[in-house]
C-alpha cells in the first residue's frame, strides 16, 4: 500500500511554486470594494455626526442635572490623533504591542508583526467586552490570529479557567482559542469579568 | 455604538489587509490552479477580497475571518473560469513509473487534474492553501465530515493509481 500524502505534499510544492506577488495591489482591492469612498468619507461624516448628537445630548443632560458639563467620548478625530508610540509589550515572536491615549482617554494600539505587518484599533473603557479594548489581528510572521488587549490602568493579571496570563503595561496579548470563556482582571484596581468570546475561535 | 462598529469594521479592513499583504501569493496559487490563467486568477483574488470587505458588515465571527475571505476567493475564481474558454491541462496519462522528481511531480499533477472538482478543489485547499479541515469546511460551506471523507477518498484515487502505475 502506498501512503500519498507524503508525495502529494512534497510534489504539490514544486509542480507550482509560491507565484510572483509583484502584482499584488491592496489600494486596488480598496477601490473595487468602495471601502475609501464610502467607508471614509460617508460614514466618517456620519459617525461624527452622531458623535457630536450623542456629545450634544449627553452634555445638555448632564448639564441640566448637575450644571457642569465634563467628560465626553470618542471622536474620529481622537482616534486620529491616537499615535501608539510606546512599546508596552514584546511577544516570543518578536511581535510588539505599541500603545498610546489621547488626552481624552481613547486609548490605541497597533500589533506590529517582527516583519511589520499587522494592525491598530481605538477605543474608550468600557467596551462591550468590558474594562478591555480588544483587538484581534493576524500575525504576519506565525501566520496565526492573536487577541490584544488593553485594559485600564491596575490591572496586572488576566485569569481564563486555569491559565493565568500577566499583563504589561496595561497590555495582553493571547491565543483566540482562550477566549471563549469569561475571563476575570485583577490587581490594585480590583477585580473584573471580562467576555472576549466575540473574537474566540469557534 | 456607531462609531464602536466604524472601529471595528476599520479594524477588521485592516485585518484583511494584513492578510492579504501576507497571503496574497497563496491565494493566486489557488485561484490559478481553478482559473488556469493567472491573470483571471489575480482578478478573482482582488474580487474576492473586495467582496469581503463589502459584506463585512454582515460578519458576526460565524468562522475565521480568513475562511471566508478564501470562500469569497474560490466563488470568484470558479465563476470566472465558467465563463473562460477551456484551457488543456498540462501533464500526460502516466504509462509507466519512472524515477526521478521530476516524473513524479508531472504525474502527480496529471492525477490530480484528473480528480472530480470538489475532491481537487479540497486537495488544493488542504496542500496549497494549507487549510485545516474545518476552514475548508467554511469555504466550500460543507460539513467537516465530509470534507473528510472527501479528501480520503481523493487520496485513495491517487493511490489506487499509484499502484496501478508502479505495477
Known amino acids: ?202 | 455604538m456607531w462609531i464602536n462598529r466604524y472601529v471595528e469594521q476599520n479594524a477588521q479592513v485592516a485585518d484583511l489587509e494584513a492578510l492579504y499583504r501576507a497571503r496574497y501569493r497563496h491565494f493566486l496559487r489557488v485561484a490559478t490552479l481553478i482559473t488556469r490563467d493567472e491573470g483571471t486568477a489575480h482578478d478573482a483574488v482582488q474580487e474576492g477580497f473586495a467582496t469581503t470587505i463589502r459584506s463585512l458588515a454582515s460578519y458576526r465571527g460565524e468562522g475565521p475571518l480568513e475562511a471566508w475571505v478564501w470562500r469569497a476567493v474560490v466563488n470568484t475564481a470558479k465563476k470566472q473560469q465558467r465563463h473562460s474558454p477551456a484551457v488543456a491541462l498540462e501533464g500526460h496519462e502516466p504509462t509507466s513509473r519512472q524515477n526521478g522528481d521530476e516524473t513524479d511531480a508531472r504525474l502527480v499533477r496529471t492525477w490530480v487534474a484528473a480528480l472530480p472538482e470538489r475532491q481537487r478543489l479540497i486537495v488544493y485547499l488542504r496542500y496549497y492553501a494549507d487549510l485545516d479541515y474545518r476552514q475548508i469546511a467554511t469555504v466550500l460551506d460543507i460539513a467537516v465530515g465530509t470534507v473528510s471523507a472527501t479528501l480520503s477518498a481523493a487520496h485513495q484515487t491517487l493511490r489506487k493509481t499509484m499502484e496501478e502505475v508502479s505495477q
Open chain 1, 1 to 202: 500500500m502506498t501512503d500519498v500524502e507524503p508525495l502529494i505534499r512534497s510534489q504539490l510544492g514544486s509542480l507550482m511554486p509560491l507565484p510572483d506577488g509583484s502584482r499584488s495591489d491592496w489600494a486596488d482591492v480598496l477601490e473595487r470594494s468602495g471601502h475609501r469612498q464610502r467607508h471614509s468619507r460617508r460614514r466618517l461624516l456620519l459617525a461624527l455626526a452622531v458623535a457630536l448628537g450623542l456629545l450634544a445630548v449627553t452634555g445638555a443632560t448632564i448639564a441640566a442635572a448637575v450644571g457642569a458639563f465634563s467628560g465626553g467620548r470618542m471622536t474620529i478625530a481622537d482616534v486620529k490623533e491616537c499615535k501608539a508610540s510606546t512599546t508596552a509589550l514584546t511577544t516570543a515572536s518578536g511581535a510588539r504591542v505599541l500603545t498610546g491615549h489621547t488626552d481624552a482617554g481613547v486609548y490605541c494600539f497597533t500589533y506590529e508583526a517582527a516583519n511589520g505587518g499587522g494592525g491598530s484599533t481605538a477605543n474608550t473603557f468600557p467596551t462591550p467586552a468590558g474594562e478591555v479594548i480588544p483587538g484581534k489581528v493576524l500575525d504576519t510572521v506565525s501566520h496565526t490570529w492573536v487577541i490584544v488587549g488593553v485594559v485600564p490602568p491596575g490591572y496586572d493579571k488576566l485569569s481564563i479557567g486555569s491559565q493565568q496570563i500577566l499583563i504589561r503595561n496595561q497590555v495582553f496579548v493571547i491565543d483566540p482559542k482562550l477566549a471563549a470563556k469569561p475571563g476575570t482582571l485583577s490587581g490594585s484596581a480590583g477585580t473584573t469579568t471580562i467576555n472576549l468570546r466575540d473574537f474566540a475561535t469557534p
